[in-house]
């Protein structure tokens, strides 16, 4: 086990880069409409003259880079966000470049199919993670709104696509997996319908290639609809 996890280490710190693909969580940033935004009130500070410093944090589950538990919208459903299990929580991602997409416009399910024929077929169990190019409008307040707004996003068919080929995870770099102006959420209906996690608010995806592997690890919510989520991508 000593020289498996002595390998292991050797690897990642020789052979593979490892990017960082989640937002700071701070005072201001971007947050959907409806939910609470990120607080942090100083409790101590060595600064102050206390012996240690330490924060309270106040925050929705769905706060910064986050993954979406099937109970976030789908009715009934008791999938929580600490049930998830560890195998699903990494593995191969496929890094789709949509960015040429405009304000509220849906991916077309053919852009899937062309992608793939260019780089290789989406398999089951993958990370399959889109990148819009709304990371670069992530800003703080009074900066934020840009990136609140107007986002593109999956419609029903490419969900229903990525549903049947049994993927794992599917994620955007905008504020949700819907468009911007969705009335109703087909992509959060089909994909956590069939218990398909859901990863928002990604960072730095255009620093990845077409394909890699993706880590992606939630806090540990019990009951939680979702939670703020550190995810790593390992790059050859």
């Known amino acids: 086990m000593n020289n498996a996890i002595e390998t292991m280490a050797e690897l990642i710190g020789n052979q593979l880069k490892l990017v960082d693909l989640s937002h700071n969580l701070e005072v201001g940033m971007p947050s959907c409409l409806t939910h609470a935004r990120f607080g942090r009130i100083q409790h101590e500070a060595i600064e102050y003259g ?5 924060a309270a944090l106040i925050m ?3 706060t910064g880079t986050h993954m979406d538990a099937p109970n976030h919208h789908i009715p009934g459903s008791d999938y929580t966000i600490e049930k998830v299990p560890s195998e699903r929580l990494f593995g191969r991602g496929a890094i789709i470049d949509a960015s040429h997409l405009g304000k509220n416009e849906c991916l077309p399910v053919e852009f899937i199919q062309a992608w793939e024929k260019e780089h290789g077929e989406i398999r089951a169990k993958d990370f399959v993670l889109f990148r819009f190019g709304w990371d670069k409008k992530w800003d703080v307040q009074p900066n934020c709104k840009p990136y609140e707004h107007d986002w593109p996003g999956l419609g029903r068919e490419a969900s229903e696509y990525l549903k049947d ?5 599917v994620g955007t770099d905008a504020l949700a997996l819907d468009t911007g102006d969705a ?3 087909p992509a959060h209906d089909i994909l956590l319908g069939a218990d398909i996690f859901i990863l928002e608010a990604l960072d730095k995806l255009d620093t990845l290639p077409p394909f890699c592997y993706i880590v992606a690890l939630p806090l540990k919510v019990k009951d939680g609809s979702g939670a703020p989520t550190r995810v790593i991508a390992l790059v050859e």
């Open 50 to 54: 206390d012996a240690f410093t330490h």
């Open 60 to 62: 929705s589950e769905h």
């Open 165 to 169: 080929k049994g993927v794992s995870v």
């Open 183 to 185: 009335v109703v959420c």
